[in-house]
């Protein structure tokens, strides 16, 4: 066991999490890799996998942290991907219930996933005082998890929550518009509906995003909303473009196909500073 103490990641099997687990691995940390029970294949094989169904009643965080436990990073959510699926107001209290009572358990650091859906419609750069007003039912749970550990959790611990954005890379394990298009691809599709590809988002590789969600994660003193973010603003369609050009994909696009999402501002980006700062100051 590292002097350090050992880091909880939690969702260690999703998109985001494997990422994270091995970003932490590869700084010479301890990993405790908490995954659903019967989803222990794919993680990192130097990680120490626990098993657990960690929302349901009852159930004792003594199985996943304990004295030695440097920080907590709870990145573990179902349905991430379906914006208004009933799951995501269902399994709030339990979110709710578990990180504090991972605070209770003396963990001193603990890092929640955030999303800028907790934003709603907003043009221009997201900050931690950005009010929130969110149009999705993921949105509206993830921001009352916010509201409610900043509440009842940050006052006991050095809590960060971590507001994330457009995410790409691995595009086979998550349910984008370029797992989408590589689907497309694949069964012979020529083109692929498209929405209009105006909007301007704020889009960073999953593994960029891992080193930054392990850096603040273990970053002592760093508290509050932080945004993991590249802060630089691209249209949608330049970013599937690009992408179908890196990988000499035989498809296009038909813009238009679809309309824009009612909730999806026409630009907006996290106002990336702070993390900037960090990732310069605090490396791995």
């Given amino acids: 066991m590292s002097e350090q103490g050992s880091v909880v990641v939690t969702g260690a099997r999703g998109y985001i999490g494997r990422h994270v687990v091995s970003a932490l691995l590869d700084a010479g940390r301890d990993v405790v890799a908490v995954v659903r029970p019967g989803r222990a294949e794919g993680v990192d094989a130097r990680a120490r996998v626990v098993e657990a169904d960690i929302l349901s009643p009852g159930f004792d965080v003594a199985a996943i942290v304990d004295t030695r436990t440097a920080a907590f990073i709870h990145l573990a959510w179902e349905d991430g991907f379906s914006h208004n699926a009933p799951s995501h107001m269902r399994h709030l209290s339990a979110h709710f219930n578990l ?10 650091r603990v890092a929640v996933l955030g999303t800028m859906h907790e934003i709603g419609y907003y043009e221009g750069g997201i900050t931690a005082e950005t009010p929130t007003n969110p149009r999705s039912l993921y949105g509206v749970a993830k921001d009352a998890l ?15 929550w971590l507001r994330c954005y457009y995410i790409y ?8 518009i370029f797992t989408r298009l590589l689907e497309a691809v694949e069964a012979g599709k020529p083109s692929m509906p498209f929405t209009t590809g105006k909007n301007e988002y704020d889009f960073i590789h999953v593994e960029d995003l891992a080193a930054q969600i392990a850096t603040v994660a273990l970053a002592e003193g760093v508290v509050g909303v932080i945004n993991c973010s590249s802060g630089v603003p691209v249209s949608l369609a330049s970013r599937v473009e690009g992408f179908i050009a890196e990988n000499e994909l035989p498809i296009t696009l038909e813009y238009g196909a679809f309309p824009d999402r009612p909730y999806d501002s026409p630009s907006v980006w996290g ?8 990732m310069a100051s605090r490396p791995l």
């Fill in 99 to 108: 990180v504090s009572a991972v605070a209770e358990a003396g963990v001193p």
């Fill in 146 to 160: 916010r509201r409610s550990l900043l509440l009842h959790v940050a006052p006991k611990v050095e809590f960060t």
């Fill in 169 to 176: 890379g691995d595009d086979r394990s998550n349910n984008s």
């Fill in 271 to 278: 106002v990336a500073d702070e993390i900037a700062d960090l």
